[in-house]
């Protein structure tokens, strides 16, 4: 198991480092907004039922509940759900501390939501992971997986996944591949500068001082 496996995301909620070979005590995926991709994702779909996987701290989910679909939103930290708890009381999404490959939550979401959890999920997970997506879907709902893509200005593997293993994974899952895309992911600059510099990384920097992490982008439909 590596230590990208044994990453303590509850632990990185409460200040504490989230892997052992570098200092990452700040979320590097919390930008203080919801991410830009995902909101062009949100403006082209009609408002449904939205299922937002590691939510984190929610600006996703709060993003889309503005947009007016109806959320549920989940994490397998139980200190990242208390603060969405606290910060979006009242808007009426159903935040939960789940495990991603057993959610026990009822199927028929129009719009399932990925944003770069995929890596976070073990290997030998994968599969199970996404056979829970497709449990949890109806012949309508659209799947959007976004995960990071190798590349030299990218995370290292095995944070970043070759397109060809995550659509073997899907088809195996029951899932049907409609689009697969490169895309730009944002992350926090700041919260992985050490990361970085131990592991020889050359992650670019946008003119907000956002990490421009290459990833995939894929719209998943069950197949039928």
Known sequence: MSEY????????YKGQPLIESAKITDVPWEIGAPQPF??????????????DVGCGLGRNAKAARDRGYAVIAFDNSSA???????????????????????????PGFDLILDSAVYHAIPAEKRLD????????????????LIAFAPSLFGMPKPLASELSDIASTAESAGWKIKLAERIEYKGNAAAIAEFQKKK???????????????AWHLILQVNI
Not at 200 to 214: A, F, K, M, V, Y
């Open 80 to 106: 990242a759900i208390e603060r969405c708890k606290e910060s979006y009381a009242g808007t009426g999404i159903q935040f939960h501390t789940l495990d991603a490959c057993d959610t026990q939550l009822a």
């Open 200 to 214: 020889g990384l050359n992650i670019q920097i946008d003119e907000d001082g956002r990490t421009r992490l290459p």
């Open 129 to 144: 992971y996404l056979k829970e997506m497709y449990r949890l879907a109806s012949e309508n709902t659209v799947f959007h």
């Open 5 to 12: 496996d044994r990453a303590d995301f509850n632990g990185l």
């Open 38 to 51: 995902v909101c062009e994702i949100l403006d082209g779909t009609p408002p449904g039922r939205l299922l």
